[in-house]
């Protein structure tokens, strides 16, 4: 038994200081890549992917030079607010994260994305230190007419505006529109329900009138009518892309279809999967809405019934009434 743990002690002291291991230990080390002798620029491509941020909360922490590449205005022409589990996890504000973000950028920001939080100050703060901004996206933001318009005005450059799970009004869409004439891209996404039934085309008639420059318009769970269809189609001579899905309101049989599919190179339907869209988009019978439809409820996850300016002499009294039996709403009168 002694021979054999001395013959086993043998072994492992002659492999540990065997040429082969050492030799193979040596080309290990050669192998190591130092990151901070990484181009600046490579760098850069990398710290981007990570997000706003995480930028702001690890990455610039990392080292010397990474916390002098994170404070590089070409770092934060883009900004993307859209992950806030890490403002969640360590008690930040996500407003204050904005505002750090905005300042790095002096001046250079194009493009922004705020998801799930914001404000018309925020909205202010940011337009008034970044006027060459080319793309803003809001999803579910509690920002008011006011706010977006005064945005708007301070945003000449403006090309691609995205508005999710967010209501306006038609008057606050015509002003967006006269302010940034060169609009080329707008995204007014909402939920699409079949029930209750509601038409409306002041969205679609503000779009028609004050964005004629559009060539990709996405309307997505919209109320819009033919007539209101029509009306875009006539006013928006370049649309090249008209996204319909769930806007149940819009027949597409017939002349208006034929009209679609020629001056259009692409026309999504209003029954077309939505496997590619980025929200909710199931209960299409109106089984998901809120059932106390003056709840905040209705604000927090785009159940928009504040965004139509109902009149008695537009729209008669209907009374929509719960069949939990059967899962949907129906109009009584």
């Known amino acids: 038994m002694a021979a054999d743990c001395e013959f086993l002690a043998l072994s492992s002291q002659s492999e540990e200081s065997s040429p082969m291991k050492v030799q193979s230990e040596e080309s290990s080390s050669k192998d190591v890549r130092n990151w901070l002798e990484l181009p600046s620029d490579a760098t850069c491509l990398i710290l981007k992917k990570l997000g706003t941020i995480e930028i702001l909360i690890n990455a610039q922490r990392v080292c010397k030079l990474w916390w002098k590449l994170c404070k590089d205005p070409a770092m934060w022409r883009t900004i993307d607010l859209s992950d806030l589990e890490y403002c969640w996890d360590m008690d930040l504000e996500p407003e204050e994260v904005a505002r750090n973000a905005v300042d790095r950028s002096c001046g250079e920001l194009v493009d922004i994305n705020i998801e799930y939080f914001g404000s018309d100050s925020l909205m ?63 995204k007014y996404n909402k939920r699409g329900y079949r029930l209750p039934l509601v038409e409306c085309d002041e969205e679609a008639l503000a779009i028609a009138e004050c964005m004629p420059e559009l060539r990709y318009l996405q309307l997505f769970g919209n109320k819009l009518t033919n007539d209101g269809l029509q009306a875009i189609l006539d006013g928006c001579p370049h649309l090249e892309y008209l996204d319909l899905r769930q806007c149940f309101n819009i027949t597409l049989p017939g002349d208006m279809g034929r009209r679609c599919a020629k001056r259009l190179r692409t026309l999504r339907h209003p029954n077309d999967p939505t496997d590619d869209y980025e929200f909710r988009a ?6 998901d809405y809120p059932r106390d439809f003056s709840s905040d409820e209705c604000n927090d996850y785009g159940y928009e019934f504040d965004d139509i300016r109902y009149s008695s002499d537009e729209y008669p009294d209907y009374n929509y009434e719960y069949d939990y039996d059967r899962d949907f709403y129906y109009i009584t009168y």
């Open 124 to 186: 202010e703060y940011i337009t008034t230190r970044a006027s060459n901004l080319k793309r803003l996206r809001l999803v579910s933001c509690r920002i008011s007419d006011k706010g977006l318009i005064d945005a708007a005005k301070k945003l000449p450059r403006l090309e691609d505006l995205e508005i999710s799970l967010c209501s306006f009004t038609r008057e606050c869409l015509e002003v967006v529109g006269r302010c940034c004439p060169g609009l080329r891209t707008l």
């Open 282 to 287: 199931q209960n299409l019978d109106g089984s």
